[in-house]
């Protein structure tokens, strides 16, 4: 299975704030058929800004999320059985190379080495796709455009990008938005009023001080707005952190402890 959706074309773009210039550089990387490669924390919202561009630019997208099983034939597409004869079935990356669609492979570095393979001659002026099954030699419809992400700080030496791909690529770096950004993105997304966001999103801070230390990864943006819904719908502001923001974390009961300790030392 590819774990891949498609969103509609006409589809109204979702809610995203611009930390920069992002937006403008994604529409010069699109009009100009340049792939591009957005590097940052998980749940910083790199997936968000792939939707929301998408929706703006009018261009359906296909969504991808990679993993270590996810093969070449899994984007490509493969030969199945249906009703007793064998069919050619498009994968994702196939579809919106036909379609002049957006392809985004989520966390691209968790697929398999033959995968980006398949995504160099996509990845230079001759933007084709070989299909070795079917003997075609696909050209991208006008309107494609590859769009590829992963996770800097969280991979191991074994899983990084080789330099001869991600030198194919544009390169846009996410960080986690600045306090006053997330405050008003978690607002937003969750419906709890701005005052009652803020010392969550002052929490957040002194949480992702602590990566490298005593937690592998920061908590994402996605995690405060989990908290910040469960509190809008009435749950104890203890228990929504500790459920949103404590135990994605970590399973260390002592690491937990020194969580908590910080939750008190912020919220009194």
Known sequence: MDGSHMNGNGASAPFYLAQGDECSLFEAAYDNN?????????????????????????????????????????????YLLKGGETVWVDGPLTRAVR?????????????RKDVTVVLHPLTDDRRILPIDRTGEELEATPGFMLV?????????????????????????????????????????????????????????????DLKGQDIEEGVSTRLIVYAATLIAK?????????????????????????????VTAVFG
Do not use: W
């Open 34 to 78: 340049l792939p591009l490669l957005l590097k940052g924390p998980t749940g910083c919202g790199k997936t968000r800004f792939v939707a929301h561009m998408a929706a703006r630019l009018g261009r359906p997208l296909y969504t991808v999320a990679c993993h270590d099983d996810l093969t070449a034939a899994d984007l490509v597409g493969r």
């Open 99 to 111: 379609e002049g669609a957006i392809c985004y492979l989520d966390e691209v570095v968790e697929a």
């Open 148 to 208: 590829a992400s992963y996770n800097p700080g969280y991979q191991n030496i074994l899983k990084t990008l080789k330099p001869s791909t991600r030198q194919r690529f544009l390169s846009l770096e996410f960080g986690f938005p600045a306090p006053a950004h997330e405050v008003e993105i978690v607002a937003s997304e969750s419906g709890l009023s701005v005052e009652r966001v803020k010392p969550l999103v002052r929490l957040a801070g002194k949480l992702r």
């Open 234 to 262: 009435g749950m104890p502001v203890e228990r929504a952190i500790r459920t949103a923001m404590i135990e994605p974390l970590t399973d260390e009961e002592d690491v937990k402890r020194g969580l908590t300790d910080l």
